[in-house]
Every structure is written in structure tokens, then in C-alpha cells.
């Protein structure tokens, strides 16, 4: 999670970021604040009001931000410089779109949704909160996307098809039809495999 983090273009600096271990990835350049235990105690020490909760895993995602939530953080939407996005879309708090993403017109993006490197987003989309679009992901206009569902690298959704929420999209797949929600699909054309709790 980076604390005062915001990458909207206006070029804000990252404080520092906090993990569950207190360990972070050294190449990042960024300086490790604490553990994610720590959080209330490292914003005091550091004045920090602003954050980006990074975590890939949709769940453990929510779980966090909600934990900033209720210690009264404000959280960013982190836009790459390089992500294309329609002046009629409307993103969620904590929501991310990574280098070369596109969200076209009339689109919502959910709360701490992420949008990863090179996926799009077609016109008139409702993407729920804490979705995972990964990388290289082309959706269709008129898609709906559930709550914690996870779109895998290179799927392909076909126009006005919807996905339920904590679906999962294997890479690679080709939806064309609807996905019922906790439900696994995988293929060309996209089939259910597996269906979760």
C-alpha cells in the first residue's frame, strides 16, 4: 500500500508504502513505512491522509481499503500518464489505470478497481468495485462486470455480455455469453469450469 500517493499527472510523491510483513520490493525505490498493523500509527508519525491500496488480490484489496476507510484516509485514483481515459467516464475512489489502458465514453469504474497495462474498456461499461482487468484485456461496450471479479491477461467480452460478480475470466478466453456469478470460465468460446461458494 503506498501512503500519499496520487498519480492522476499531477506528479505527487509517494511518502512510502506499508505490507503485511513490513518488507517491500527494493526497486521500487520506495522507503518501507511499516507493516499494515502499523497503518494508524505510521499516518500519525508521518502525517500522512492519503492513500493507494496495491494489492493484486481483489479480496485482501477490499479488506484494506476498508480498514483505511474507518481510520479516515482519503483514497486516490491512481491514472498513469500514459492510460487513455474518456472525459464521461467515472472512476471509483482508489481505482488504477496502468500505463496504456483506455476507458472509453460513459464508462464506471468501481471503487479499487484496477485497469492493468494495456487493457480497454469499451463506451457504456459498468465495472463493479475491486475488479482485476489484467493486462491486455478487451472489453466490449455495454459490459457488465460484478463486484470482486477477475477479467485474466488477453480475455476477450464480447458486447453487452455480463459477468457476475466474483467471476473469474481465464486468460485468454473469448466470452460471449453471460457468466453466472463465483463462476470460472476458460476457452474460446468461454465455458464454465468451476463454480465457488
Known amino acids: ?3 500519499e500517493a496520487l498519480f492522476d499527472g499531477s506528479e505527487t510523491s509517494v511518502a512510502g508504502a506499508v505490507s503485511s ?13 511499516g507493516r499494515q498493523d502499523q497503518l494508524a500509527a505510521v499516518c500519525r508519525e508521518h502525517s500522512i ?4 491500496v496495491a494489492i493484486g488480490d481483489n479480496e485482501a484489496r477490499n479488506r484494506v481499503t476498508q480498514m483505511c476507510v474507518d ?8 491514472i498513469s500518464r500514459f492510460a487513455m ?3 464521461s467516464a467515472v472512476l471509483g475512489r482508489g481505482a488504477a489505470l496502468l500505463p496504456g489502458s483506455v476507458v472509453n465514453a460513459a464508462t464506471l469504474i ?3 478497481t484496477i485497469v492493468n497495462t494495456n487493457a480497454s474498456i469499451d463506451h457504456d461499461c459498468r465495472v463493479g468495485a475491486f475488479v482485476h482487468v489484467a493486462p491486455g484485456v478487451a472489453i466490449g ?13 488477453g480475455a476477450r467480452v464480447l458486447p453487452g455480455v455480463t459477468i457476475g460478480a466474483g467471476a473469474v475470466v481465464g486468460a485468454g478466453a473469448v466470452v460471449l455469453h453471460d457468466v453466472s456469478a463465483a463462476t470460472t470460465v476458460v476457452g474460446v468460446p468461454a465455458r464454465p469450469i468451476e463454480r465457488r461458494r
Open 85 to 87: 481515459i474518456s472525459t
Open 71 to 78: 481510520l479516515g484516509l482519503e483514497l486516490v485514483i491512481a
Open 110 to 112: 468501481g471503487d479499487g
Open 21 to 33: 510483513d513490513g518488507t517491500g520490493v527494493t526497486a521500487l525505490g520506495v522507503p518501507m513505512l
Open 49 to 52: 491522509r492519503t492513500v493507494f
Open 141 to 153: 461496450g455495454g459490459v457488465a462486470i460484478g463486484d470482486l471479479a477477475m477479467i485474466g491477461t
Open 1 to 3: 500500500m503506498c501512503l
